[in-house]
């Protein structure tokens, strides 16, 4: 079993849909968590840094963080032909820990 | 300012070349690392620079080599790759290497061995 899973899609959604991107762990230990988005081409952008259980939020990115489901999800609200690109989550103990990527599309 | 900078973005290169890969960061940061993505993959870890020490190694070919000439360079240089090698290349940095700081990317080299 990996350390990080993560749906790689790809996930295709029209303009204004609210966007549900998720990553399960199977390490306890975990406390930090990162979103990264990555375009084509491009290094990860750092989007989103939560730490243990709870919800962040920042413009219309929300990070939420279930520790006892070992689950984190990131949800994108009316989302934006310009959010389509690559995201990434990531754990950190003595290094960081990525998830495969979920590709997402959002399409005009 | 998050700011990372990567020089070249694209490098091309013989199996028997020798060429470097730079990195900068103006940020304070006392952790760099080094990571390669091939294509549809998440970065994979190659090395960690902590204080300008050689702190991580995960076990990469000695044809890559490491080099932390202060605070905030980094450098790897590269001699004898093999086409496999071809990936693009990022460097990142964190205020320290510990859990609980963020690692800040850079653009990425895209290298390509021929």
């Known amino acids: 079993q990996k350390e990080v899973e993560q749906d790689p899609g790809p996930l295709s959604v029209p303009e204004g849909a609210i966007v549900s991107l998720n990553c399960t762990y199977s390490?306890?230990?975990?406390?930090?968590f990162m979103w990264y988005r990555q375009y084509s081409r491009k290094g990860p952008e750092l989007l989103m840094y939560t730490y243990s259980s709870g919800n962040k939020e920042d413009g219309r990115f929300t990070a939420q963080v279930d520790k006892s489901s070992k689950y984190i999800s990131l949800f994108i609200r009316d989302s934006q032909p310009s959010d389509s690109a690559t995201y990434l989550c990531a754990m950190n103990t003595d290094k960081l820990i990525f998830g495969t990527g979920t590709r997402l599309q959002v399409f005009p | 300012d998050t700011e990372v900078t990567q020089t070249p973005k694209h490098l091309v290169m013989g199996m028997t070349n020798k060429k470097s890969l730079k990195c900068e960061q103006h940020?304070?940061?006392?952790?760099m690392y080094w990571y390669k993505q091939k294509a549809k993959k998440p970065p994979e870890l190659m090395f960690v620079?902590?204080?300008?020490?050689?702190?991580i190694n995960e076990s990469v070919p000695s044809r890559f080599s490491p080099e932390c000439p202060n605070s905030s360079l980094l450098n790897l240089h590269l001699h004898a790759l093999q086409p496999e090698d071809s990936a693009l290349y990022l460097c990142a940095s964190s205020q320290e290497n510990t859990p609980g700081y963020e690692q800040y990317f850079g653009p990425g080299t895209r290298l390509t061995v021929t």
């Open positions: 390490n306890s230990a975990f406390q930090y």
């Open positions: 940020m304070g940061h006392r952790a």
């Open positions: 620079y902590s204080y300008e020490k050689l702190s």
